[in-house]
DNA sequence: GCCAACGTTGGC
DNA sequence: GCCAACGTTGGC
């Protein structure tokens, strides 16, 4: 089993929202690593911290888990979609998503300037390094264990 | 809204 | 294959 990190903007899609559809695709990837992950690493039952980025609190919100492996994300083919990518076709879609489930939502928010405090037990842990913007991050076991510590 | 830290694109 | 220009992310 895996651990995972995926960020989302409340304004766009919070762990709120999920609590409410239960299960949603995760489509609008647009970063090949973070494809990558997604295609090759992901299995159904992966557990994922559901992260709040560009928010008034930031930091980990809950958790959810992955209820369907890669496949192809079509709103890459879709020209009114907000992630449209022009260089996709229909038989040749570049980016996947993976369908996630909600499991829990925290009592409180664990934010990164917690996170930060805690840098120490949580030895170079993706979230924390310097200039790291993708938007999906491997978690280890010890870091997933401490942080579920803290929530 | 700013800007650092990237990732991607495209001309050469 | 290099790299400048450009676009995006995300914390502040």
Redesign the pocket.
Known sequence: MNYWLM?S?PDAFSIDDLKKVKTEPWD?I????ARNMMRDDMKKGDQIFF?????DE?GIVGIMKVVKEAYPDHTAINPKAK?YDP?SSPDNIRWQMVDVGFVKKFKRIIT??EL?QHEKKLKDMA?L???????ILPVTKQQWDYILTLA
Do not use: P, V
């Open positions: 960020k903007e609008g647009r970063n090949y690593q992260y709040h980025s560009n928010a930031i992630y260089k990164l300037d930060r979230l390094r310097k200039g790291n913007r993708l938007s």
